[in-house]
């Protein structure tokens, strides 16, 4: 009796440790990078296109996948789904690199976005930032 005892003392004590370790953050915060700044919806306009006419009302969601690199989703079929890595020149944000332009003026106008992307242009303004983490 006194060790069935002694074995429930010794379970009840440590399911609070093992709960307390069931509710850690799987992950740590991040520092805050281009990416984070840029994130977010926007709307716009196809104003451009190799392929095809303008389009109007098209909506681009910008979303976070890394340190300085971000996925490219669109409402608009003709626009495919990409992910850019960024870097800063002077008061922009830029494509660091690939075929694609990207654009965002950090001074003149922060929440205006400048796309090329499979030979069509869009530009547009930010209509949602994402949630705060």
Do not use: C
């Not at 609070?16 to 994130?39: G, S, Y």
């Not at 990409?82 to 944000?93: G, H, Q, R, S, Y």
């Amino acid at each position: 009796m006194h060790r069935l005892l002694s074995v429930a003392i010794a379970a009840s004590l440590l399911m609070p440790l093992a709960a307390h370790a069931e509710t850690k953050p799987a992950t740590a915060p991040h520092k805050a990078d281009l990416a984070d700044r840029v994130a977010g919806t926007y709307n716009g306009a196809v104003i451009s296109d190799a392929r095809g006419s303008s389009k109007n009302n098209v909506t681009i969601t910008v979303t976070r996948i890394g340190a300085n690199k971000v996925e490219i989703k669109s409402d608009y079929a003709r626009l495919p789904t990409v992910t850019i890595p960024l870097e800063k020149a002077m008061d922009a944000i830029l494509a660091a690199s690939g075929p694609w332009v990207f654009l965002l003026d950090t001074v003149r106008s922060p929440d205006r976005l400048d796309l090329t992307i499979d030979d069509a242009s869009w530009s547009g303004t930010r209509v949602a930032a994402p949630a705060p983490r």
